[in-house]
């Protein structure tokens, strides 16, 4: 079993729900990147999404992007993500990382080089954000081939039909995009994710994570009510920018911990 | 491959040319252009929505534009006839507002009563906020806060003609950070807005969209050579940044292989000065604003910021259906540099009185630089895409006059 499924089926069985923050790896420098994995960890991640930054984030909103430019303006690249992702792994073999990103960076490295790459490296999924299943099939495969898991985004406006596709390309998990716009955006519609959810979940086979709109534990915890899953980045990268870099793992933590505490008391 | 051999019929279904081209954007914008891409294919096929655009592109455009035979500046040069296409002489004095009054209308169509814009020096951005006064739309426009200021004209133009314009603080802060601007706002208000892309890149079906609103160019030149010069064209001549004016005057003479194709792209300060514009001619296969096209970048796979001292053509992308042209070898494409293209805005201005594009005028500096390689009889057409009205203040700095 991979290590994504094997982190599901324990919570499962705790009757916990995951708990996936993303920072941008690089951001605010490369030297805190590990410190801040660390950081996540010690606030009760189960799986941690790291972004590779890139010049264009299209889907992103302002936060994501300061993320991304002030980890390009220290020279961050796949490469050094895939770096940072070994030296992670030699002292934590068991929570799974994801990297998400755009195509081009992963164009630019190889498809064949980076997937033989990020599982030497230890990277457990993948989701590359501007790549919709009609244009990865060959990219899926390869991933799979590694033993890494493709990962889709499912949005409010997907069809029935965009399931099943994602279905059929995708493993791992199912990321459901829980507003229309750009990540970091407020206006979630807690009651359509409700509706949503057990749908998705249903058609896809898959646990599904909600992500882009959750800035509080409050939040947090209703969406660990109906998902498998909650993603928080924008929410997390404010935490790293206000204030200093070196007391920046301290606040994460912190922030972690109070969402987590507040998600396992509610969950089912 | 023998492309001429074959019928060109591209984009596939999927909007690729070959390898390039496609739907490379996030799940969120899938359905909207899934709608566009249904609406636009029904419009296409409608008799009374081709009727509507040809009429505005007649009566509110001044279509056809004509074509101007150089022949002052063809004598000088010694060698081809160079034929001008005057796009410039269009309303608002460019090729954009063509494609802009089709999408504009396609829009309506759709019952979407708000257009957003990217733009760079501000044309696209005019030509949109025109059409949407012309059909009482809501109109917002990105623009990069670096563009807003150095051209506070064309900003003052779209207020003028009811427009918003947003400047935006992003990245480098120019037309690509406009256009990542622009997405982020189509994929939060989908439901009641048209997002008018300026060229032929972007997710499908922009490129094949934008090129069929643009090739009235060259179906009007097809009929306007023969009349004039008693024949077709040896070659046809466009400058390339996107790529719209040469996408619209190339389509119709693709199946024309004894008619070369020749797209002309900005070299800014040289090819090895890495401050250039040149992605067909130095950049290299990537995934960028919603397709896989030529894309400057750095080794890590960052699109990298780009120079030309015309802003049209200022974008480290291209047309994918360019890539392919390149690829296939149906069209060649060539480099001019700033120098070049200032010394053929200022011969145009001085032989033939007509104050070109500085995007254009890298178009007319191949012409000049090919011209005296050939016999007199040879025809050149270049595609005249804009006026230089808008210039008037980087062409005045470039030669160390200030208003």
Redesign the interface.
């Given at each position: 079993m991979s290590r994504i499924q094997t982190t599901f089926a324990a919570l499962a069985t705790q009757g916990r729900k995951a708990l996936i923050p993303f920072i941008t790896a690089g951001d605010p420098h490369p030297d805190l990147s590990l410190p801040l994995m660390r950081a996540l960890v010690a606030g009760g991640a189960d799986i941690i999404e790291l972004g590779v930054p890139?010049?264009?984030?299209?889907?992103d909103?302002?936060t994501i992007?300061?993320a991304s430019?002030r980890a390009?303006a220290h020279g961050m690249?796949?490469?050094r993500v895939l770096g940072l992702v070994s030296e992670f792994r030699r002292e934590n073999a068991t929570t799974p990382v994801v990297l998400m990103g755009?195509?081009?960076?992963?164009?630019?490295?190889g498809v064949e080089a980076f997937a033989r790459d990020a599982r030497e490296a230890g990277v457990d999924g993948v989701l590359v954000?501007?790549?919709?299943p009609?244009?990865c099939a060959s990219f899926a495969a390869t991933m799979k081939a590694a033993d890494i898991d493709p990962i889709?985004?499912?949005?409010p406006?997907?069809?029935e039909q965009?399931y099943a596709e994602v279905a059929q390309i995708g493993s791992g998990y199912i990321y459901y995009?829980s507003l229309?716009?750009?990540t970091g955006?407020g206006s979630l519609d807690l009651d359509e994710v409700a509706q949503r959810i057990p749908l998705i979940r249903q058609q896809v086979g898959m646990p599904v994570g909600v992500g882009f709109g959750i800035r509080d534990a409050a939040t947090a915890a209703r969406i660990a009510a109906v998902a498998d899953a909650v993603v928080i980045g924008s929410r997390l990268i404010e935490e790293i920018e206000n204030g200093d870099a070196e007391s920046a793992t301290e606040r994460v933590t912190t922030f972690l911990a109070g969402v987590r505490t507040v998600m396992d008391g509610e969950a089912p | 491959m023998q492309m001429q051999d074959l019928p060109y019929n591209l984009p596939d279904a999927?909007g690729h040319f070959g390898p390039y081209g496609?739907?490379?954007?996030?799940?969120?914008l899938?359905?909207?252009l899934a709608e566009l891409r249904e609406a636009y294919s029904s419009a296409r096929a409608d008799p009374e929505f081709k009727a509507e655009f040809a009429y505005e592109l007649k009566h509110y455009v001044g279509r056809p534009s004509p074509i101007y035979h150089a022949k002052r500046w063809s004598d000088l040069l010694g060698g081809a006839q160079i034929y001008l296409k005057r796009e410039d002489l269009n309303h608002t004095g460019a090729h954009k507002i063509n494609n802009c009054i089709g999408q504009a209308l396609l829009a309506r169509r759709m019952g979407k009563p708000r257009v957003i814009a990217e733009t760079g020096a501000g044309q696209h951005g005019v030509a949109t906020a025109t059409v949407a006064a012309r059909y009482g739309m809501e109109c917002v426009v990105y623009m990069g806060s670096e563009d807003v200021k150095r051209q506070a004209a064309n900003v003052y133009r779209m207020k003028l003609l009811g427009a918003t314009v947003v400047p935006v603080e992003?990245?480098s802060k120019t037309l690509?950070?406009a256009l990542?601007e622009a997405?982020?706002d189509w994929?939060?208000h989908?439901g009641n807005t048209f997002y008018i892309i300026g060229t032929v890149a972007g997710p499908h079906p922009y490129p094949m969209m934008v090129r069929d609103f643009q090739t009235v160019i060259g179906e009007e030149c097809k009929l306007q050579m023969p009349e004039l010069a008693a024949r077709q064209p040896d070659a046809v001549i466009a400058c390339v940044g996107g790529g719209s004016n040469a996408m619209g005057i190339f389509y119709p003479y693709i199946p024309f292989a004894e008619v070369k194709l020749i797209g002309v792209e900005a070299a800014g300060h040289g090819l090895n000065s890495g401050k250039h514009s040149a992605s067909l001619t130095a950049g290299r296969?990537?995934?960028?604003?919603?397709n896989r096209t030529y894309?400057l970048?750095d080794?890590?796979?960052?699109?990298?910021e780009t120079h030309s001292i015309s802003a049209g053509l200022d974008y480290p992308g291209v047309g994918p259906e360019h890539a392919w042209l390149k690829d296939s070898g149906r069209a060649e494409y060539v480099t001019i540099t700033d120098d070049e293209a200032l010394q053929a805005f200022h011969d145009l201005c001085r032989l033939e009185g007509i104050i070109p594009a500085l995007e254009s005028s890298h178009a007319l500096a191949y012409a000049a630089r090919l011209a005296p390689t050939l016999a007199r009889d040879k025809l050149l057409l270049v595609n005249l895409s804009g006026r230089g009205d808008k210039d008037m203040h980087t062409v005045a700095e470039a030669s160390g006059i200030q208003f």
């Open positions: 890139f010049s264009d984030p299209m889907a909103g302002p992007q300061r430019e390009l690249s796949l490469r755009y195509a081009n960076p992963v164009e630019s490295y954000v501007d790549y919709p009609e244009e889709f985004l499912l949005a406006t997907s069809t965009r995009v229309k716009g750009v955006s | 999927g496609g739907v490379f954007v996030a799940e969120t899938m359905p909207a992003s990245g690509k950070d990542n997405m982020r994929v939060t989908i296969s990537g995934v960028l604003h919603g894309l970048q080794e890590n796979g960052q699109v990298t």
